[in-house]
């Protein structure tokens, strides 16, 4: 059995659904972050977690027991929250106590454990600082020995670290990983920003629309996403719009008038067999290959290179074609803006799915 | 002609303001006087010039040309009487202060926390401010006196078999401090009440605080300098104040603005007026000064180091 289970969690405010039956499970000691964009029903669910909100339908099992109902401050889940909301009104070591002051540990032990946290954040001899004299950084890290320091049986993060700059972010992205398998405490972190969750989770869930739409890890998603949105969210990637036909037998998929014919298994029937006529092909920017538009192959697409990014090991170009502008990843940066291109790709590096209506 | 003049207008006056701008930039006192001279000149001469000659008076015997003396002082403090009215002054301010902040931190605390029509209440709160001192006393008399409006609403609903008559008590008193005051409370709360990010509680919550150790612990600290400017803004004008003692509180709830007024208009001893008139600023100044030893810096928002 689970360690905490989810189950057909559901959040209506008035006439707008935030969360559609969404179920999940997180094992003990798991780090698995909730991602997907603003709006789409992330940190409603956090909050039903921690018991901010209380949800339209459906179970949170925390350790065997339902807590739908139970107060916030009689779960057993703690929450950093997006703008830390540290206590301006304690010092450090009184911010870090506060919840072992609420489960009645007595002073002595108190001091030890703020000073045990202090240590684990790096942060020893902080004690007497205020929350307003410390740098976004170490705030951060306050807040965390904060959440950290009573030991729940969850901890929840609602983008905390979205305030800090890029390196300042990788840095507390690393840090949270070692503190997570140091304290063997279930993490679940809410984002909008990929890369974070991608770097530091074991699992991901991608919501959209307040529904899931995969859970995987990191790897599963960006090689087998479950659809376009997936594939979209998760890394970048070329959508292009496209037709699946059978003509004489034969699955064909058109592309700007452009037909490839396919054997039957190379779509996968789900979208093969469900009478989905038009599909997104959807592939990755470094599975793109460019040649001179001369030497292009046969059912290359005709593109102008618009600009293109040098990136030391890499080079990004941006091709306007037919069907909209494409992005290859290339090793090399032989080609020029304004040149005549084919763009192709393998059929292997392709993925199909069924259109759907593409979201902001 | 003229429409080639007016741009060369422009243009010298935009130099002059420009010029302007230079010189004071390179005499920053130049500057700062300019900025506090006039407001300071104002306090001066409302403000200042018109304690200054109060104190003045109260060191003469009489009428300006007199005699210097203490004697107003010295009758004072050797009347038992002035003493005695100086302290029920005290205790009706504590009384009527305490009880006002506790009703306008509730009405305050019910408006950011549950209530959806906050200004529905607010308004409601302000409205009376509209509406005169003196109108709104004759009123709580209408209401208060014997067989008045509650008198009759209670011998109706049958909670009481004779009038009350809570007219002329110190209860009376206190009723109309209350209703005079609440929104001068309720306003400075509910300003610091809303400045309270909702996230405070929420993480108090999370981390074990239940409502009332959450109350007690983020909220009531949090927002104590709202509830000092909130005691200094009801209290001292309630010291101060005689009209409200008068109309509702009859002769044996004297406090010592009616001595005052009493001294200034109907004995024409200006002198002892405004001797009495000196203690009470005194006092109230005491009073804060001491309120700041006692309980930190209440005006100090962000919380300096020691």
């Known amino acids: 059995m689970s360690d905490i289970t989810i189950h057909g969690l559901r959040k209506e405010f008035g006439s707008v659904l935030a969360v559609d039956d969404v179920d999940f499970d997180i094992t003990e000691g798991e780090f698995i972050s909730i991602l997907g964009p603003s709006g789409s029903g992330k940190s409603t669910i956090l909050r039903m977690i921690a018991g901010f909100e209380s949800p339209t339908a459906g179970e949170i099992r925390i350790g065997g027991d339902d807590v739908v109902g139970d107060p916030p401050f009689e779960r057993d889940v703690n929450m950093m929250f997006q703008d830390l909301a540290l206590f301006p009104h304690l010092t450090v070591a009184e911010n870090i106590a506060y919840g072992l002051a609420q489960d009645g540990v007595p002073a002595d032990e108190r001091e030890d454990r703020v000073q045990e946290m202090l240590e684990i954040v790096h942060l020893e001899g902080y004690d007497d600082r205020e929350p307003h004299e410390l740098s976004g950084g170490e705030q951060q890290r306050v807040a965390l020995a904060r959440a950290l320091v009573n030991e729940p049986k969850l901890l929840l993060f609602d983008e905390p670290l979205a305030s800090l700059d890029r390196k300042l972010r990788q840095h507390m992205q690393i840090e949270l990983q070692q503190i997570q398998h140091e304290t063997g405490i279930t993490f679940l972190y809410v984002t909008h920003d990929q890369e974070v969750a991608m770097a530091v989770s074991d699992r991901l869930i991608v919501l959209n629309d307040g529904q899931i739409e995969q859970i995987g890890t990191a790897e599963e998603l960006y090689d087998e996403p479950n659809n376009s949105f997936v594939a979209n969210f998760i890394g970048d990637i070329n959508t292009l719009p496209a037709e699946l036909e059978r003509d004489n037998g034969n699955l064909a998929i058109d592309i700007n008038d452009a037909t490839r014919t396919v054997g039957d298994s190379y779509v996968d029937p789900g979208v093969r067999d469900n009478g989905h006529h038009e599909i997104d092909l959807c592939i990755r920017p470094d599975d793109m290959r460019i040649e001179p538009s001369t030497a292009s192959e046969a059912n290359a697409i005709a593109g102008t290179v618009r600009n293109r990014i040098y990136k030391g090991g890499t080079t990004t170009y941006h091709i306007d074609t037919d069907v909209g502008t494409v992005t290859a990843e290339l090793g090399s940066s032989q080609f020029d803006v304004g040149d005549e291109v084919g763009v192709s790709w393998s059929d292997d590096a392709a993925y199909l799915f069924p259109r759907r209506e593409s979201e902001a | ?306």
């Not at chain 2, 067989?147 to 011998?155: F, K, R, T, W, Y």
């Open chain 2, 1 to 306: 002609m003229s429409s080639a003049r007016l741009p060369g207008i422009r243009a010298n006056v935009a130099d002059g303001f420009e010029h302007w701008q230079s010189f004071l930039r390179d005499r920053p006192r130049l500057k700062i006087f300019l900025i506090v001279f006039p407001p300071a000149l104002v306090l001066a001469v409302f403000f200042l010039l018109p304690l200054v000659f109060m104190a003045y008076l109260s060191l003469l015997e009489g009428m300006p040309p007199a005699p210097a003396t203490f004697e107003n002082y010295m009758r004072l403090v050797t009347q038992e009487v002035y003493l005695s009215i100086l302290w029920r002054t005290t205790v009706i301010t504590a009384q009527a202060t305490i009880l006002t902040v506790l009703i306008g931190y509730a009405i305050a605390y019910s408006m950011v926390r549950f209530s959806r029509r906050t200004t529905m209440i607010l308004l409601l709160v302000i409205m009376p401010f509209w509406t005169n001192y003196i109108i709104r006393m004759y009123a709580w008399i209408n209401i208060l006196q014997t067989n008045g409006v509650l008198d009759a609403a209670l011998l109706f609903v049958g909670v009481i078999n004779e009038p009350l008559g809570v007219l002329y008590s110190h209860e009376a008193v206190l009723i109309g401090f209350i209703y005079i005051y609440l929104p001068l409370a309720v306003l400075p709360f509910y300003a610091s009440l809303s400045y309270l990010d909702q996230d405070l509680i929420d993480a108090s919550m999370d981390l074990g605080a239940g409502p009332i150790k959450t109350f007690l612990s983020i909220t009531l600290p949090m927002t104590k300098n709202g509830i000092m400017v909130g005691v200094i803004l009801v209290g001292i004008p309630i010291f101060g104040s005689f009209i409200t003692p008068q109309l509702l509180g009859g002769t044996d709830n004297t406090m010592v603005g009616m001595i005052i007024e009493n001294q200034f208009v109907e004995a024409f001893n200006w002198s002892f007026g405004a001797a009495l008139s000196i203690t009470v600023a005194f006092i109230v100044v005491a009073m804060l000064v001491l309120g700041m030893l006692a309980g930190g810096n209440f005006f100090d928002l962000g919380g300096e180091d020691e």
